[in-house]
Every structure is written in structure tokens, then in C-alpha cells.
């Protein structure tokens, strides 16, 4: 709860309290912060006539007016509104209530604190690191002790070069609910370092904030292209997925394209002018990925006079900058379908004793693994397997 004083006071010094006078009760903020708007309420009870009013703050020599007007006889009650809106190092001001009438005056003086804590400003440019010729773009967001943004008028904003001139400026930039947009333009040649920012605030505090102009700028996001490293002549079909993030863990949005190739040995022999097959398609990320099932048939992964390879090259663009990320990847076609090894074989055979050892086989389909064993017919020439699948 926010610290209060109360400025009460009986209207006639007298010794009974005689429930027919004039009283009256003030009530404002204990500590008030600048440049914030803060509350005061008078309450004056058993007016005998009309009176003259007026309540005052005084601070650092300014006076700000909180009420100055004339009530009539009875009662009264109401609130205003006031801010403390200048910058001073003194930690007091001063309410004083004055009350006029034709028989009687009131006057009281009393001291409230005035906060130091200002609201809290942020500076945040679009990207750390720019190269020549770049648009900059940065926000600048006011918090009050609440963590809430308000309505902030900036009266100078300038951005200085790593020699510290001013290249660029703007004066009395007011919040567009509650943020304020700006962005300039890096000359194609200019000073390389770092950068400032300076906010200066109505309190006259000043806000900073850094960016760097280099020739080689970092990408804005990484790309990550994921597809099988092999694929046999037989499969039909497989994935590839696209992904992109920011360096600082965020799914990019926009879109992915997508393009897989199957290069010829001899474009010359053929009829058509093409060197390649190729299928392309885009994709909109989702979650900052896209993933698309490539069909093989059209690259007809059993002709010949076609090189081993599906070739993909993938480009991510960002949504609203257009900047865009290429990444590469090979998939390399097989026309092994799949392998066996033996393995755990007896080392030795005796006739008339089974012969046991086990068959791996591996390729697209699921690994396997048999388990075998060779026994002899009652002739001495023929020979008979068993054999056991183990998953």
C-alpha cells in the first residue's frame, strides 16, 4: 500500500470539540514520484458560509496548483489529480491548504517525500551487428515501477558514430502506444566500430544502447537441412526437413524452397537441352520448420546415364526482411539393396555334429538376424539347414 499522511486539524482552538464547527481532512500521497500522476482529496464538513480554497505544492521553487476555487457553504468533497513534472536533487515538497473566510482562516503546511525511482527505459536495435548499407532499426519502451510501458516524450535522440559524431538526430520524439519506432540508414562507406544510441529523458538522464557496423556481419539465423545420407534404387520415397532459428533460440518465420536434383553424364546426347531432373517446390515454416516426402520416380533411380547423387539445395527466407539462407545436401543412391554378414560362427566341423553360426542381414528393410544350423542327411554328401529369425 502506498504510504499516506492525513493533514486534519479542528478549525477553532478550543478545548471540547463542538460537533458544529468547521473541520476538514486532507488526504495525499506520503511519497510522491516524479513525473508520475499521483492523488489528493479534501474533505471540509460543516461549512458555515462560502469560503475560498486552495492547495498547493511546492517543490524546488516551482508551485503546482491542486485545487484554487470557491465552495459553497456545507459540505465538500473532491479529488484532483497532480504531477510532480521537474527535475530537482531535493528529496522534500510541501502541500500547503489555505481556507479563507470572512471570520476564520486556515493554513497548514506539511512536508512530503518525493521519490527518486524513475520509470525505466530500454533501447533494443533490430540486430546487434549491421554491415554498410543496412537499415537500423530500434524500439525504445518506457516501464513504470510496475513494469507497465507508458507514454514517454523523448526530447533528443541521437545516434553517434565510433568517433562520436552525431549523424543522426530527432527531437521531442513522443510513444506510439506506448513504444517509440525509429530506423535510419548506414551510408554504403561508413566508419566501421561500434555505435550509440543515446536517449535523453525528461528527468535528464540519458539511456544508452550498442551496435557494430563490420564488413562481415554474422547471419541473422542458422538453417539446418536434414535428409537420409543414402537411399537404394528401390525406395519410392523420403524426407527432408528445414529448419531455421535465430542465434538466440527463436523459430524463424517465412518460407523454405526446396529444390532436389539428378544430374545427367552427358546432357549432350540427349534431346533435351537439360542437364538435370530436377523437382522444386516452397513450403511456409511452421514453428520455424518444413518438411516435404520427395517422390524418387521422377528421377528414375534405375536409369542409367545419371549420376549417383540427388543433389538438394534449400534457401530459407525471412518474412518481412527477405533475407535469405541457403544450405546444401547430397543423398547418395545405391543399388545395394542390402548386406549379409555371418556371424558367431562355429570355429571347426565335425561330420554328424550340427554346425550352428549366425546370418545378418541389413539394408532398407528392418535388420534381422538368423540363427542357423546345419545338419547332415543320412547321406554323407547332402546337408539340410534350420533356420531361426531373431528381431
Known amino acids: 500500500m502506498v504510504p499516506t499522511i492525513v493533514l486534519s486539524a479542528l478549525v477553532l482552538h478550543l478545548t471540547n470539540v ?20 499521483e492523488k489528493a482529496c479534501l474533505h471540509l464538513v460543516n461549512l458555515n458560509e462560502p469560503v475560498s480554497l486552495s492547495v498547493i505544492l511546492e517543490y524546488a521553487g516551482v508551485n503546482t496548483t491542486i485545487f484554487d476555487q470557491r465552495v459553497k457553504e456545507g459540505n465538500f468533497y473532491a479529488c484532483a489529480n497532480f504531477k510532480v513534472s521537474h527535475v530537482s536533487p531535493e528529496q522534500l ?3 500547503t491548504l489555505l481556507v479563507q473566510q470572512n471570520t476564520l482562516i486556515i493554513s497548514e503546511r506539511r512536508a512530503v517525500a518525493v521519490a527518486a525511482e524513475e520509470n525505466a527505459t530500454f533501447v533494443q536495435t533490430d540486430t546487434p551487428v549491421h554491415k554498410p548499407g543496412d537499415t537500423v532499426h530500434f524500439r525504445v519502451v518506457t516501464l513504470n515501477t510496475w513494469l507497465k510501458p507508458v507514454d514517454e516524450l523523448y526530447p533528443l535522440i541521437t545516434v553517434q558514430n565510433p568517433q562520436g559524431n552525431v549523424i543522426f538526430q530527432w527531437i521531442n520524439v513522443t510513444t506510439f502506444r506506448n513504444i517509440t519506432q525509429l530506423s535510419f540508414q548506414l ?3 561508413p566508419v566501421l566500430g561500434d555505435y550509440m544510441i543515446v536517449i535523453k529523458k ?6 544508452v544502447d550498442h551496435f557494430t557496423v563490420n564488413q562481415d556481419v554474422l547471419p541473422r539465423f542458422e538453417v539446418e537441412l536434414t535428409a537420409p545420407e543414402t537411399i537404394t534404387i528401390a525406395d519410392n520415397q523420403f ?3 528445414m529448419c531455421a532459428k535465430y542465434i538466440y533460440g527463436q523459430p524463424v518465420r517465412g518460407k523454405a524452397q526446396i529444390k532436389v536434383c539428378r544430374e ?3 546432357p549432350g546426347y540427349c534431346e533435351s537441352n537439360e542437364n538435370e531432373i530436377c523437382e522444386q517446390f516452397t513450403l511456409q ?3 520455424g520448420c518444413a518438411s516435404y516426402i520427395v517422390n524418387t520416380k521422377v528421377f528414375q533411380l534405375y536409369r542409367s546415364g545419371l549420376f549417383m547423387t540427388l543433389n538438394i539445395n534449400g534457401v530459407i527466407t525471412e518474412s518481412g526482411t527477405g533475407v535469405q539462407i541457403s544450405k546444401t545436401h547430397s543423398v547418395f543412391i545405391t543399388s545395394v539393396l542390402g548386406t549379409v554378414s555371418f556371424e558367431n560362427m562355429d570355429s571347426f566341423y565335425r ?6 553360426g549366425t546370418v545378418g542381414l541389413m539394408g532398407t528393410f528392418k535388420e534381422t538376424s538368423l540363427v542357423f544350423s546345419v545338419h547332415p542327411l543320412k547321406s554323407s554328401r547332402h546337408f539340410h539347414s534350420r533356420l531361426t529369425s531373431q528381431f
Open 202 to 207: 525528461q528527468s535528464g538522464m540519458t539511456v
Open 285 to 287: 515454416l511452421k514453428d
Open 351 to 356: 561330420r554328424g555334429i550340427p554346425y550352428f
Open 18 to 37: 463542538v460537533a458544529s464547527e468547521p473541520r476538514y481532512l486532507l488526504w495525499v500521497s506520503a511519497v510522491v514520484q516524479r513525473f508520475s500522476s
Open 187 to 189: 551510408t554504403p562507406e
Open 239 to 241: 524426407p527432408v526437413v
Open 264 to 266: 545427367l553424364f552427358s
Open 93 to 95: 515538497a510541501f502541500v
